[in-house]
């Protein structure tokens, strides 16, 4: 046999075999997407619209308040992102996606700032329902102040229940061997909390999520820039254009619509356009129609709609 098909087999041989490492590699370290609806969820108290109506008669379990698990299989640790009103199904959801433990809690929980979406399932925690012991709450200065000053979370401080974790702007916490995570700060209506956004990075992959922001233009970063950097991007969608909400001023509860967006994002390569999945849907946006104009324009023009149960590998 000559050199060549001697290096030809032995070619043949390693690369399937370095695939499959690398995949069982992947596998063991990944993000769950555990939930895509707005803090107030759907259907949304007091609604009379039909986005709501039949919703009240026939819930849609699939509409859960937005929220990220992390799994390391390896180090057998899990952590949640954003404790919700939905934290109970949320919890479930992660405990079933991990098989190496029957644990129900998870290993650490990170908030992203005090609107209530984002952190009053904290209160599942206390003496009335799971009576935890010290889960770690990575949380950043003005929210570990404000859970600390302000009952009923002061409660879970006090009594142990939960422990709560200072988290540093654009410094990395490391979690396990394999996960860490990078909180930086948004401008968002910050009336009780700063607001931060997370970079999660797995040893193959790195996951922005920013469920909360003004404006883009208000950011100090570009996000054109970040997306370029990461492989997934799990970012605000609250209202596709603003016009499905007409009894409210929208100036007083500002974020970058869909299309906005879109037409920021426009110029991207498809590579980085297939990175972003819109997330934090308000119960009025049309995109979570599926047959609707406004879910087949974000389809078509090459980004992505977060679903619940969806699962990415880091």
């Not at 992203?112 to 925690?125: E, K, P, Q, S």
Request: proline share 5%; glycine share 4%; charged share 25%.
């Amino acid at each position: 046999m000559n050199l060549f098909i001697k290096m030809l087999l032995l070619l043949l041989w390693i690369f399937p075999y370095s695939n499959f490492a690398q995949k069982s590699k992947n596998n063991n370290t990944s993000l769950i997407v555990l939930g895509t609806i707005q803090d107030a969820g759907s259907p949304h108290i007091a609604c009379k619209k039909d986005c709501c109506k039949d919703l009240f008669e026939k819930p849609d379990l699939k509409r859960q308040v937005v929220a990220l698990g992390v799994v390391d299989k390896k180090a057998q640790k899990k952590y949640l992102f954003e404790a919700t009103p939905n934290i109970t199904t949320q919890l479930k959801d992660l405990k079933n996606y991990t098989d190496f433990s029957d644990k129900e809690i998870p290993d650490g929980i990170f908030i992203t700032h005090a609107h209530i979406g984002h952190y009053t399932g904290l209160m599942y925690f206390g003496k009335e329902a799971v009576n935890a012991k010290q889960i770690p709450v990575y949380v950043m200065p003005k929210m570990k102040i404000f859970l600390e000053k302000n009952g009923p979370w002061s409660q879970l401080v006090h009594t142990k229940n939960i422990h709560l974790v200072p988290l540093e702007n654009e410094k990395e916490e490391s979690l396990t061997p394999n996960i860490s995570v990078i909180p930086f700060t948004v401008p968002h209506r910050d009336e009780y909390s700063e607001t931060v956004g997370y970079k999660i990075i797995g040893p193959n992959k790195t996951a922005l999520f920013i469920p909360d922001i003004d404006k883009w233009e208000k950011w100090n970063k570009n996000i054109i820039a970040e997306i370029s950097k990461v492989d997934y991007v799990f970012i605000d969608a609250t209202f596709y254009s603003g016009k499905e909400l007409n009894h409210r001023d929208i100036s007083e509860i500002p974020h970058p619509f869909i299309i906005e967006s879109m037409e920021l994002f426009k110029s991207m390569h498809q590579k980085d356009k297939n990175k972003v999945y819109f997330i934090h849907f308000n119960h009025t946006n049309p995109i979570l129609q599926k047959n609707s104009d406004a879910h087949k324009n974000v389809l078509q023009n090459g980004f992505h709609l977060a679903n619940r149960l969806q699962k990415f590998e880091l």
